[in-house]
């Protein structure tokens, strides 16, 4: 990498680190989440856990931003 490049390289290299943390956390998350699922059929209680997530999800717009 060109010395002249290194500032560019550091902001997509920083991008594509987080991008493959964030991935490797949810595909922990949605594996714990379905491991208890004996199929996809729908139900109140899966309705419930959807609009939690939803929830959880929303309530993170107004946090700070990681560093």
Known sequence: M???R???AALV???LWDYNTMLANW???ARDEIEAWSDTA???ARFDR???IGRACL???DAD???
């Open 59 to 61: 309530s993170q717009l």
């Open 13 to 15: 290299y920083r991008f």
């Open 50 to 52: 959807a609009a939690e």
């Open 27 to 29: 595909s922990t998350w």
């Open 2 to 4: 060109p010395p002249d």
């Open 65 to 67: 931003p990681p560093a």
């Open 6 to 8: 290194g500032h560019v």
């Open 42 to 44: 729908v139900s109140p």
